[in-house]
């Protein structure tokens, strides 16, 4: 007989562990050993793992056990109407499993191909009503980041010759020596600022692989940086005198 089924004579109960809590009806006649099979699927801890207590209100709780649970038969209990028989997993923390995070639980993701299909969707709303990229007169993501390069180097006032630091980090000042594409920089389409450094801790002397020079000439030390504008401070950054603070002997 299931926990769903029940006959004349059955009891009431809420059986309650540390994941679940439901109303139940028991039936006396059942052993121990049965009990906890019929458990198993409600609270998700295994026979041997469940340890019952049964709570009648303020009284003392009364274990539910005996040393041969097979025979031994419920009715032997005190049982009465909505008590509760409280399951607790006798298993160690790490071995029980954590019914809480779902993070743990496979989730189903529609393909992107069958998305695209329904008509019930987000997406379709947007492209009926021409909204986001499917507006004709929308730039493209492309323009957008050309667009949002072009305003950052206008509202950071980066022009060429003008003395800067990079990154935030006053060892790395200089001067803006280039404003433009890259084409060396794979992926790196949109303007770059080209710094000359004045310590030598660039990562090139003004020139690319494959050749194309953007200022200086060979043989210059390495105090060469390509980076977005948003890493690039223009401001009064003079040049670092490492003699300034050294006092005298």
């Not at 923390?93 to 993701?109: C, H, I, L, W």
């Amino acid at each position: 007989m299931s926990m769903s089924m029940h006959a004349a004579g059955d009891i009431p109960l809420q059986i309650t562990s540390e994941n679940s809590s439901s109303e139940r009806r028991i039936t006396p006649s059942w052993t121990i050993g049965q009990l906890k099979a019929k458990l198993e699927p409600i609270t998700g801890i295994p026979p041997l793992s469940q340890k019952l207590t049964l709570k009648l209100g303020s009284q003392q709780s009364v274990p539910m056990e005996a040393a041969d649970e097979e025979d031994t038969k419920l009715g032997v209990f005190p049982l009465a109407p909505y008590a509760e028989i409280h399951v607790t997993d006798i298993r160690p923390p790490g071995m029980r499993p954590n019914f809480t995070d779902a993070s743990q639980v496979a989730k189903y993701e529609l393909p992107p191909d069958e998305y695209e299909k329904k008509t019930d969707s987000v997406l379709a709303w947007k492209k009926a009503q021409k909204l986001g990229r499917f507006d004709p007169a929308a730039p493209s993501l492309e323009q957008a980041k050309f667009q949002a390069l072009e305003t950052e180097i206008k509202n950071r006032g980066i022009e060429v010759g003008k003395r800067c630091r990079v990154g935030g980090q006053d060892t790395k000042r200089g001067v803006v020596m280039y404003i433009g594409e890259v084409e060396e920089i794979p992926g790196g389409a949109g303007k770059w600022i080209g710094v000359k450094l004045d310590e030598p801790v660039g990562r090139n002397d003004g020139s690319l692989a494959g050749g194309k020079r953007y200022w200086g000439k060979d043989g210059d030390p390495k105090s060469g940086v390509f980076v977005r504008p948003e890493r690039v401070e223009v401001g009064d950054w003079p040049v670092i005198d490492d003699m300034e603070d050294m006092e005298e002997i």
